[in-house]
């Protein structure tokens, strides 16, 4: 008995710190954004000061996405929508593991045709085994990524891109992740709807 009370101790005490943790990282990460969403909603439309606050909180955005969830081999990737004679979505930002994603999401392909499928129809999709299940044209010999959310950047009136998370494993990724990301995505589609 007294060593069942010892560990229950123990573990109430882990489960406290690591709670104390996530309060300062989330702290650390969404107080930055915060002031920067309230300096977005001030600044004058289709300025240079605009621009250059908006790409801050992209920047906020992406290290909060590969902090936040729990994976030490993650990397958010922003891929902005453009526009004109064939529609695509080039990446933009990432942040995380050091090389950039590969991806070129251009319509008429299998790949840019499932990744505006998601920003059209404006729904989250988290993949936590690509090896299971993945959008058609996300895995390849190229790309050796495993677990995977996208979510939709957009407002009502605009689409803005998508912004990813992937990992290396398969376990990488959970719900919880995929909230969090979901969350950051809400707050960035805020950011840049101005």
């Not at 010892?6 to 002031?35: C, E, F, I, N, W």
């Not at 995977?148 to 990724?173: A, C, K």
Request: hydrophobic letters at 45%; a negative charge; one cysteine or more.
């Amino acid at each position: 008995e007294r060593a069942a009370a010892t560990r229950a101790h123990d573990a109430r005490d882990v489960a406290a710190s690591a709670k104390q943790q996530m309060r300062l990282v989330v702290g650390r990460v969404l107080t930055p954004l915060a002031y920067l969403l309230g300096e977005i909603t001030d600044a004058q439309p289709r300025s240079a000061t605009l621009e250059r606050l908006q790409g801050q909180a992209l920047q906020v955005v992406l290290a909060a996405a590969t902090e936040l969830v729990d994976a030490a081999d993650a990397r958010a990737c922003f891929f902005r929508l453009v526009q004109g004679k064939q529609r695509r979505l080039e990446l933009a930002g990432y942040y995380g593991r050091a090389q950039p994603a590969t991806w070129m999401l251009t319509a008429g392909t299998e790949l840019g045709d499932a990744a505006l499928a998601i920003l059209d129809d404006d729904d989250a999709q988290f993949f936590p085994d690509l090896a299971a299940e993945a959008p058609a044209g996300w895995t390849d010999g190229q790309h050796t990524h495993r677990g995977l959310v996208v979510v939709p950047i957009s407002t009502d009136l605009q689409q803005f891109g998508l912004l990813t998370v992937d990992t290396m494993h398969s376990d990488g990724l959970s719900e919880q992740d995929a909230e969090v990301v979901q969350l950051l995505g809400e707050l960035l589609s805020a950011g840049l709807n101005r």
